[in-house]
Nanobody
Framework: QVQLVESGGGLVQAGGSLRLSCAAS????????TGWFRQAPEKEREFVAT????????YYADSVKGRFTISRDNAKNTVYLQMNSLKPEDTAVYYC???????????????????WGQGTQVTVSA
């Protein structure tokens, strides 16, 4: 069982930066692939980025590639999402998710993740 708590959201102007954090409970966090997803009002949830358990594999949605960076510190049981050059279309609730699949692969489908955080709001003003 893993519990996830996101933080770091807020209001920022277009072109600005934010760093989201996802703090996880549990001693074996390094065996969990972790992903970030987002959901804007009246839109479906969409994949943003994912990182495998060791941090050696990452994958990004095309819409954020080159602007966002996912990383993790397993000693702190925390995954980060550094978001630069933010755009108004990045406005959404951002969710952290963990997949208990051994942590080797990365996944873009939300159905691969068993554990979800409560979300943190990111608002980018024009």
């Amino acid at each position: 069982q893993v519990q996830l708590v996101e933080s770091g959201g807020g209001l920022v102007q277009a072109g600005g930066s934010l760093r989201l954090s996802c703090a996880a409970s549990g001693r074996t966090f390094s065996s969990y692939t972790t992903g970030w997803f987002r959901q804007a009002p009246e839109k479906e949830r969409e994949f943003v980025a994912t990182i495998n358990g060791s941090g050696g594999r990452t994958y990004y949605a095309d819409s954020v590639k080159g602007r966002f960076t996912i990383s993790r510190d397993n000693a702190k049981n925390t995954v980060y999402l550094q978001m630069n050059s933010l755009k108004p279309e990045d406005t959404a609730v951002y969710y952290c998710a963990a997949a208990s699949s051994g942590g080797f692969y990365v996944y873009t489908e939300g159905t691969a993740y068993a554990y979800w955080g409560q979300g943190t709001q990111v608002t980018v003003s024009a």
